[in-house]
């Protein structure tokens, strides 16, 4: 098998969270199945003899050092690489001429622009690819844009994420979508219940009643969300709701900024003896809790296309779900769970008062799988190694 040597450009890599590195380490492995040559650069620090590819990791020093250094080191790959697979935008790479074509999942321009605090921590994304601001806002805005306009090719996990690419004035035919998808998961190590093969993944056959036992959890209608609690997760809208209809009980996996003024909200609403914080937790031990919760909640302003969706439905759990962004693309409204418009608290509190009558959780858990044929692990690896050999 002829090798055709790839060299991925990333800002963060395993054993970093965020979906980009998660991403990485686990589709690099199956793409050298298909013969690929991976090469990794990125910032950070940590071992890097762990992986069956080189990984090149540039410390997080003083601006001006980081792009430099990161630039010298990623200049021989450049000239090296049959093809250049970037996953995130400025960083210094410049030279060589193999196409490039860049994984985006979401708009750094509007994540950086609150981070920074240039615009208010709840704008919303979809306002913001058409709405005016300062100069410093507008010139994030543009630099995005012309990043991409010079990419050869551009990978989005959903359709909504094609239409805001297109907004950026990126061709049309550049655009692929291959959907997100979860490896095949392993044995869960606390399994008391025997394990079943569905397809080409292995599933824990694990009741929700065993999941709550596990955890210690009562048999109370519970949700569970699972988000870094930032401004546009919308964790505050679900413990406000929450404070409008009885006994159901929410917890909340994560950690973030949010984190104390959220305690302090549910304190305030009278609540804190219904929502848990569990704080970051294991992949592991966030399935568990999926499995035992009656439904999982993601009520955000944004999601490019949600791994936690997948994981629920997988996991035979509903979901209740802004209807935001790649979300619509996950969950069909009365079928897998319920879209609920976003922001907008008395839909919400309607949404989990009747998500709660007699029979509704069994009526969506018995559909949880439908549509998922389209998340499959090994579909989206071949969908990528294809999409990446049409650029060479």
Do not use: C
């Given at each position: 098998?002829?090798?055709?040597r790839?060299?991925?450009?990333?800002?963060?890599?395993h054993?970093?969270?965020?979906?980009?590195?998660t991403?990485?380490y686990?589709?690099?492995?199956?793409l050298?199945?298909?013969?690929?040559?991976?090469?990794v650069?990125?910032?950070?620090?940590?071992?890097t003899?762990?992986?069956?590819?080189?990984?090149?990791r540039?410390?997080?020093r003083a601006?001006?050092?980081r792009?430099?250094?990161y630039?010298?080191?990623?200049?021989?790959?450049?000239?090296?690489?049959?093809?250049?697979?970037?996953?995130?935008?400025d960083?210094?790479?410049m030279g060589?001429?193999?196409?490039?074509?860049?994984?985006?999942?979401?708009?750094?321009?509007?994540?950086?622009?609150?981070?920074?605090?240039?615009?208010?921590?709840?704008?919303?994304?979809d306002?913001?690819?058409t709405?005016?601001?300062?100069?410093?806002?507008s010139?994030?805005?543009?630099?995005?844009?012309?990043?991409?306009?010079?990419m050869?090719?551009?990978?989005v996990?959903?359709?909504?994420?094609?239409?805001?690419?297109?907004?950026?004035?990126?061709?049309?035919?550049?655009?692929?979508?291959?959907?997100n998808?979860?490896?095949?998961?392993?044995?869960?190590?606390?399994?008391?219940s025997?394990?079943?093969?569905?397809?080409?993944?292995?599933?824990?056959?694990?009741?929700?009643?065993?999941?709550?036992?596990?955890?210690?959890?009562p048999?109370?209608?519970?949700?569970?969300?699972?988000a870094?609690?930032?401004?546009?997760k919308?964790?505050?809208?679900?413990i406000t709701?929450?404070?409008?209809?009885?006994?159901?009980?929410?917890?909340?996996a994560g950690?973030?900024?949010?984190?104390?003024?959220?305690?302090?909200?549910?304190?305030?609403?009278g609540?804190?003896?219904?929502?848990s914080?569990?704080?970051?937790?294991?992949?592991?031990?966030?399935?568990?809790?999926?499995?035992?919760?009656?439904y999982?909640?993601?009520?955000?302003g944004?999601?490019?296309?949600?791994?936690?969706?997948?994981?629920?439905?997988?996991?035979?759990?509903?979901?209740?779900?802004?209807?935001?962004?790649?979300?619509?693309?996950v969950?069909?409204?009365n079928?897998?769970?319920l879209?609920?418009?976003?922001?907008?608290?008395?839909?919400?509190?309607?949404?989990?008062e009747?998500?709660?009558?007699p029979?509704e959780?069994?009526?969506?858990?018995?559909n949880?799988?439908?549509?998922?044929?389209?998340?499959?692990?090994?579909?989206?690896?071949?969908?990528?190694?294809?999409?990446?050999?049409?650029y060479?």
């Amino acid at each position: 098998m002829n090798h055709r040597r790839l060299f991925v450009a990333a800002g963060i890599f395993h054993p970093e969270s965020g979906g980009p590195a998660t991403y990485l380490y686990e589709i690099l492995p199956e793409l050298q199945k298909r013969g690929w040559e991976p090469r990794v650069v990125t910032y950070g620090a940590g071992d890097t003899s762990v992986y069956p590819y080189p990984v090149t990791r540039i410390p997080r020093r003083a601006l001006p050092i980081r792009l430099a250094h990161y630039g010298l080191t990623a200049f021989p790959l450049l000239r090296w690489a049959d093809l250049v697979y970037v996953h995130t935008l400025d960083l210094p790479l410049m030279g060589g001429k193999a196409k490039r074509v860049v994984k985006m999942v979401g708009d750094q321009a509007w994540e950086r622009a609150i981070r920074k605090g240039w615009i208010p921590a709840m704008e919303d994304i979809d306002r913001f690819q058409t709405q005016d601001y300062n100069s410093v806002v507008s010139a994030q805005k543009a630099a995005r844009a012309k990043q991409m306009q010079a990419m050869d090719g551009v990978i989005v996990p959903s359709q909504y994420l094609k239409r805001m690419v297109e907004g950026w004035g990126v061709d049309e035919a550049k655009i692929n979508v291959v959907y997100n998808a979860l490896p095949p998961s392993e044995p869960h190590p606390l399994a008391p219940s025997p394990l079943t093969e569905r397809g080409n993944k292995v599933e824990l056959v694990l009741s929700q009643a065993e999941a709550r036992k596990q955890l210690n959890l009562p048999d109370a209608p519970t949700i569970v969300t699972a988000a870094r609690l930032t401004a546009w997760k919308g964790v505050d809208h679900l413990i406000t709701a929450l404070g409008r209809i009885p006994d159901v009980r929410l917890m909340v996996a994560g950690e973030g900024e949010l984190l104390e003024s959220l305690k302090a909200q549910a304190a305030a609403n009278g609540v804190s003896d219904r929502v848990s914080f569990l704080g970051k937790i294991s992949r592991d031990k966030l399935a568990v809790y999926m499995k035992a919760a009656d439904y999982l909640a993601l009520y955000s302003g944004y999601e490019g296309l949600s791994h936690t969706l997948l994981e629920s439905l997988l996991a035979g759990t509903p979901v209740i779900a802004s209807d935001k962004g790649g979300n619509p693309e996950v969950v069909r409204h009365n079928v897998n769970g319920l879209l609920v418009p976003y922001v907008d608290v008395e839909a919400l509190t309607a949404s989990l008062e009747a998500a709660f009558r007699p029979g509704e959780r069994e009526r969506l858990a018995a559909n949880s799988q439908t549509g998922m044929e389209r998340f499959q692990f090994a579909t989206m690896v071949k969908h990528t190694s294809d999409v990446l050999e049409s650029y060479l």
